[in-house]
């Protein structure tokens, strides 16, 4: 049987990625499809392994969720996280060699290590699993370029991000989001700065969203060009006219990848 299939969402901070997922996850369950967010697929697919079924059997119900999940966070994700190194050592030794020589602090580069390589060992376990479903991720490998190659004190090095991205798996589908600058900045306003920002001046914060801009739209370009499947959407207004972008985007796609039967979507 093959593996499930994998849909990773792209776009700068504000775009709208996590918002959308929710829509994505009922356009493709409408079209047939099994379709659920990461987070959500990692306890699905925890339920059908070895240990999931012991723990199953010996936890009550109302405790088989928690410790399933807490089992995958602090045993399991480290073992897939050594797998994903050993599958794939020269992304990962880029990805570290890459973060020690950045100008930015040691605990914004542990935080973006650590996020990686957690979003790595998923992707690795979500792979070995034979299924004909659907998995979203909302920021996938593609997506982390906005982590790897942004500051508010670096401009984008366009070699050293091909470099990335010349490593890195292919997913089945990308869904590129796209909203102004202005409107990113107003939505990571209203909704609370990330860590990376806390703290930081205006100036900052609006420098670091155009790095993050470029880079993301540097990144998706050569994708495309790259031969991935790429889905574009503009997501500038309310969510319901955002969602029917996205429908009319994935739907141009999904024809072509329901013989497989499976896509993946995180949360």
Not at 24 to 38: E, H, K, N, S
Not at 200 to 219: G, H, K, P, Y
Request: charged share 20%.
């Amino acid at each position: 049987m093959a593996a499930a299939m994998i849909i990773e969402f792209m776009g700068t901070s504000g775009s709208g990625k996590s918002t959308l997922i929710p829509g994505l996850i009922r356009i493709l369950r409408d079209d047939g499809l099994t379709a659920m967010p990461a987070t959500e697929a990692i306890q699905h697919y925890m339920h059908k392994t070895h240990l999931g079924r012991l723990i199953c059997t010996l936890m009550p119900s109302s405790l088989q969720e928690p410790v399933l999940r807490g089992v995958f966070d602090f045993l399991l994700s480290r073992f897939y996280a050594v797998r994903f190194v050993a599958s794939r050592p020269r992304l990962a030794s880029y990805v570290v060699k890459l973060q020690l020589r950045r100008h930015i602090p040691w605990r914004h580069k542990w935080l973006i290590l650590r996020l990686f390589f957690q979003m790595a060992s998923w992707y690795q376990f979500l792979q070995r699993q034979p299924s004909n479903e659907v998995v979203v991720f909302d920021e996938g490998f593609a997506h982390r370029v906005t982590h790897l190659f942004v500051s508010e004190v670096e401009q984008p090095d366009g070699d050293r991000i091909l470099a990335y991205l010349k490593l890195l798996p292919q997913s089945d589908l990308v869904i590129w989001v796209q909203a102004p600058l202005e409107t990113c900045l107003n939505r990571i306003h209203a909704r609370g700065l990330q860590v990376r920002l806390r703290g930081r001046s205006e100036q900052d914060i609006a420098q670091f969203m155009l790095c993050a801009e470029q880079v993301t739209n540097f990144a998706a370009h050569y994708l495309a060009e790259a031969g991935w499947h790429m889905a574009k959407v503009e997501n500038q207004r309310d969510l319901a006219a955002g969602i029917a972008e996205l429908r009319h985007a994935v739907l141009e796609y999904v024809p072509q990848t329901t013989s497989s039967g499976q896509i993946l979507c995180e949360s």
